[in-house]
Antibody
């Protein structure tokens, strides 16, 4: 079954760029799925950041769109997140997730597979 | 932008009791309404998709219902492992396609 694993620096300096990668195993990123990034600040709720299709099409949270870039590397079976001009407010656990799946032959939406999450702290 | 409002913020119940969680949308939403369970230190787990379908491996005590702007997650008889935070989520069905989460409901042991 599909598994996801986030990786990247745990500490980023203010005004810098946060860069994370999500490795997909047990399946191909080129299957008919969208792939998302979600974050959760300490003690708070979930916030969707954006998603990418294997073709490279993207959708972003309007509140973060100006600072976010999500890309896909099919040769490595992974997708990545870049968040620029970070501040302390971007400190969070960052998750990657599959947000489209097929069940009983029907394609639908929902985040059915998640990575375990990676903590990113923005601090000097 | 659609806003999802969950109520109550906290639900204090005993094992064996029925839990009813509400998710209300600021405008009519698509059928792509999902519910998640999250325990401390863990990633969220998909419980319900398409408003009323249980995800693979989810016990039958979890059920989802609703349409339009009002959705409900019901746990028929709380087990000790069900005490957690629950989030609703919806995907817009017109461009720009976005996902929105509710703020969460914490189900705690009374």
């Amino acid at each position: 079954q599909v598994q996801l694993q986030e990786s990247g620096p745990g500490l980023v300096k203010p005004s810098g760029t946060l860069s994370l990668t999500c490795a997909v195993s047990g399946g191909s990123i080129s299957s008919s799925n969208w792939w998302s990034w979600v974050r959760q600040p300490p003690g708070k709720g979930l916030e969707w950041i954006g998603e990418i299709y294997h073709s490279g099409s993207t959708n972003y949270n309007p509140s973060l769109k100006s600072r976010v870039t999500i890309s896909v590397d099919k040769s490595k079976n992974q997708f990545s997140l870049k968040l620029s001009s970070v501040t302390a407010a971007d400190t969070a656990v960052y998750y990657c997730a599959r947000d489209q799946f097929t069940i009983f032959g029907v394609v639908t939406y929902g985040m059915d597979v998640w990575g375990q999450g990676t903590t990113v702290t923005v601090s000097s | 932008e659609i806003v999802l409002t969950q109520s109550p913020a906290t639900l204090s119940l005993s094992p064996g009791e029925r839990a009813t969680l509400s998710c209300r949308a600021s405008q009519s939403v698509s059928s792509y309404l999902a519910w998640y369970q999250q325990k401390p230190g863990q990633a969220p787990r998909l419980l319900i998709y398409d408003a009323s379908n249980r995800a693979t491996g989810i016990p039958a005590r979890f059920s989802g219902s609703g349409s339009g702007t009002d959705f409900t997650l019901t746990i028929s008889s709380l087990e000790p492992e069900d005490f957690a935070v629950y989030y609703c989520q919806q995907r817009s069905n017109w461009p720009p396609f976005t996902w929105t989460f509710g703020q969460g409901t914490k189900v705690e042991i009374k």
